[in-house]
């Protein structure tokens, strides 16, 4: 069954959980690139930033974790049971 703009729906056997896989691994990787250019700037001044600027650290530094567990969660093999 598609959509009206010809997009196949989640249930339909079109739908490749293993393309979504890596799709999901490669937004995981992007995340993890941008958070690390974002906190380089800033790790090494960290005592002297202000609230907001400690905020800008811990944000980036969370947006590499979310990447990591993105990236972990795409390439991780679905067990198979018999």
Same mark, same amino acid.
């Given at each position: ?20 896989? +890596?799709w999901i ?9 941008? $958070? ?16 907001? $600027? +400690? $905020?800008?650290?811990?944000?980036? $530094?969370?947006?590499?974790?979310l990447g ?9 093999? +679905? +067990?198979?049971?018999?």
């Amino acid at each position: 069954m598609k959509s009206e703009a010809g997009l196949s729906f989640i249930g339909s056997p079109a739908f490749n959980t293993k393309k979504m896989s +890596k799709w999901i691994a490669a937004f995981g990787a992007i995340f993890v690139l941008l $958070g690390l250019f974002q906190i380089v700037k800033y790790l090494s001044d960290y005592d002297v930033l202000s609230q907001y $600027g +400690k $905020g800008y650290v811990w944000g980036s $530094g969370f947006l590499i974790v979310l990447g990591a567990a993105l990236i972990f969660g795409g390439l991780k093999k +679905k +067990k198979t049971s018999l």
